[in-house]
C-alpha cells in the first residue's frame, strides 16, 4: 500500500526531479514491514538496500546512486532499530516481500546492495531463493518453522555486496570476551583469558597490543566455548516454553499458558573484545585501532554498547551464535550465483583482509568481481580530508553496474 508520494527535496542530497514513495508490504507470515522507493526519470534498473537491524533510508549511497541513474529501494525489516526478537529466517520473508513488490513495479533489473549486516542477509536470501521451495531451511535453530517453503522469493538480476562481514553470529565470535567468568556478572574476569591485561599481552591505548600466539589459541577456543554455553542455555529455555506449550494443549489452564507465553531473555555482557582491533599486527590492514563501537575496546566492553547485549532464545541461536546460526555468509556464499561485485574497504574493522579473502573464495557467482577502496567500514574516510570510502565504493558500483545493467 503506498502511504504517499511526491518529490524529494531534502538539502539538495537528491536531485529534485526524483519521485519518491513510501510503501507498506504484508510478508507471507503476515508480518508488516516498510519501505522508501526513489525513481529518477526512466530508470529502469533498482538497487535494494536492506539490513536485518539498521535503518537504511538515508544511507549515503542512496544520492549517489540516484545521480547515476538507477532507482533505490530502501527497506526495513521488522526488527529495524531493535533487535531482541530478531530471528534471520524471518528477516528473509521480509525481503521477498519487498522482492515481489519491485517485480510488480515493472523494472528491468533488481540489484541487491548489502553492506555489513545486510551483506549476510543478502546472501542468505539468494542462497535460499535459489533453492526449490521443498529444499529451503524449515525450521530456525531454535525449531520454530520458517515458512520458507510457501514464500515467493523471487531472485535479483545482481548482487553488490560492500564490507560485509562474515554474519552476525561469526561476527560476534570473534568480540565475546571470553574471560567471562559468570554470565550473572559483568565484571568476572579468568585472568589467564583477559585480553585487556598486560600480562597477556595487552598495551595501553593507543599503543598497538602483542598477543602470542598461544594466548590467541586458548582465547578463540575459549570465545567458542562461551557461545556454546550461551546455546545451551538458549535450548533449555526454549525446551521449558515448548513443555508449558504442550501442556496448555492438554490442560487449557492459565497458570500453563502464563508458564509459556513468559519471556526468557539472554543478557550477553563484554561482546567487543576482539584482539585484532587492538593487536594491528594480526591481519594487518589500514584500519585504525579500536573497533566499530570507538576508541577503547578495553573500556566499551564493560558498558551498555554491544552486538547482542539482550536477545530472547531464538533470536540468539539464528543470528547471534555463531555456532547455531545459518545466517553465515561462507555457509550461503556457494549458492550466490547472480553477477556479483564484492567490494572491500581497507580500513574495516568487522571484516578483516583474511574475512574477506573467505568470503571471495566461496562465492559461487560465475561473473564475480572485486574492488578494494580506501575507508573505514561504514564509509568513512580514512584519513581527513581523503574521499570517503563511500565516494569510492559508489564509483566502482556504478561502473559495474552500467556494464550489466540499464541505467537512466
Known amino acids: 500500500m503506498s502511504l504517499g508520494a511526491g518529490r524529494y527535496l531534502a538539502a539538495g542530497e537528491r536531485p529534485p526531479e526524483v519521485v519518491t514513495s513510501v510503501h507498506e508490504l504484508t510478508t507471507a507470515d503476515g508480518a508488516t514491514v516498510r519501505g522508501v522507493l526513489a525513481v529518477p526519470p526512466g530508470a529502469r534498473t533498482v538497487v535494494c538496500l536492506t539490513h536485518p537491524r539498521q535503518d537504511v533510508t538515508h544511507h549515503p549511497l542512496v544520492p549517489l546512486l540516484l545521480q547515476a541513474g538507477a532507482a533505490v529501494w530502501t527497506q526495513h525489516t521488522r526488527s529495524v532499530n531493535n533487535d531482541l526478537t530478531l530471528v534471520h529466517e524471518q528477516a528473509l520473508l521480509d525481503v521477498a516481500a519487498g522482492q515481489e513488490f519491485l517485480r510488480g513495479r515493472g523494472f528491468a533489473s533488481i540489484v541487491l546492495l548489502g553492506h555489513s549486516g545486510g551483506g549476510t542477509l543478502f546472501a542468505f536470501y539468494l542462497e535460499q531463493?535459489?533453492?526449490?521451495?521443498?529444499?529451503?531451511?524449515?525450521?530456525?535453530?531454535?525449531?520454530?518453522?520458517?515458512?520458507?517453503?510457501d514464500a515467493r522469493m523471487p531472485l535479483a538480476d545482481g548482487v553488490v555486496f560492500l564490507a560485509p562481514h562474515p554474519g552476525q553470529g561469526k561476527l560476534l565470535l570473534s568480540c565475546i570476551d571470553p574471560s567471562v567468568a559468570d554470565e550473572a556478572d559483568p565484571l568476572s574476569v579468568v585472568p589467564e583469558l583477559n585480553a585487556y591485561d598486560p600480562a597477556n599481552g595487552f598495551a595501553e591505548p593507543p599503543r598497538s597490543s602483542a598477543y602470542s600466539a598461544e594466548f590467541l589459541t586458548r582465547y578463540?577456543?575459549?570465545?567458542?566455548?562461551?557461545?556454546?554455553?550461551?546455546?545451551?542455555?538458549?535450548?533449555?529455555?526454549?525446551?521449558?516454553?515448548?513443555?508449558?506449550?504442550?501442556?496448555?494443549?492438554?490442560?487449557?489452564?492459565?497458570?500453563?499458558?502464563?508458564?509459556?507465553?513468559a519471556?526468557?531473555?539472554?543478557?550477553?555482557?563484554?561482546?567487543d573484545a576482539d584482539p585484532r582491533t587492538v593487536d594491528l599486527?594480526?591481519?594487518?590492514?589500514?584500519?585504525?585501532?579500536?573497533?566499530?563501537?570507538?576508541?577503547?575496546?578495553?573500556?566499551?566492553?564493560?558498558?551498555?554498547v554491544g552486538f547482542g547485549r539482550l536477545?530472547?532464545?531464538?533470536?540468539?541461536?539464528?543470528?547471534?551464535?555463531?555456532?547455531?546460526?545459518?545466517?553465515?555468509?561462507?555457509r550461503?556464499?556457494?549458492?550466490?550465483?547472480?553477477?556479483?561485485l564484492f567490494v572491500e574497504l581497507t580500513g574495516d574493522q568487522a571484516a578483516f583482509p583474511a574475512d574477506a579473502r573467505r568470503m571471495i573464495d566461496?562465492?559461487?557467482?560465475?561473473?564475480?568481481?572485486?574492488?578494494?577502496?580506501?575507508?573505514?567500514?561504514?564509509?568513512?574516510?580514512?584519513?581527513?580530508?581523503?574521499?570517503?570510502?563511500?565516494e569510492l565504493a559508489a564509483a566502482e558500483i556504478v561502473t559495474w553496474l552500467g556494464k550489466r545493467f540499464e541505467l537512466a
Open 332 to 340: 550461503c556464499a556457494p549458492g550466490v550465483t547472480t553477477p556479483t
Open 220 to 261: 578463540r577456543a575459549a570465545q567458542r566455548d562461551r557461545v556454546a554455553r550461551i546455546d545451551a542455555v538458549a535450548r533449555e529455555h526454549l525446551a521449558r516454553a515448548a513443555e508449558a506449550r504442550s501442556a496448555f494443549k492438554a490442560s487449557g489452564s492459565a497458570p500453563d499458558r502464563r508458564r509459556s507465553l
Open 263 to 271: 519471556p526468557k531473555i539472554i543478557t550477553v555482557f563484554r561482546t
Open 281 to 304: 599486527a594480526l591481519d594487518p590492514s589500514e584500519r585504525p585501532y579500536g573497533s566499530l563501537f570507538g576508541k577503547r575496546p578495553d573500556l566499551i566492553n564493560y558498558g551498555q
Open 129 to 149: 531463493a535459489a533453492l526449490p521451495p521443498g529444499a529451503r531451511i524449515a525450521a530456525t535453530p531454535g525449531g520454530r518453522p520458517t515458512k520458507l517453503a
Open 311 to 330: 536477545t530472547t532464545p531464538e533470536a540468539w541461536l539464528s543470528t547471534w551464535s555463531g555456532l547455531s546460526s545459518n545466517a553465515v555468509f561462507v
Open 362 to 390: 566461496a562465492l559461487g557467482a560465475d561473473d564475480l568481481t572485486t574492488a578494494t577502496v580506501r575507508g573505514l567500514h561504514f564509509g568513512g574516510a580514512i584519513a581527513e580530508g581523503e574521499p570517503t570510502g563511500n
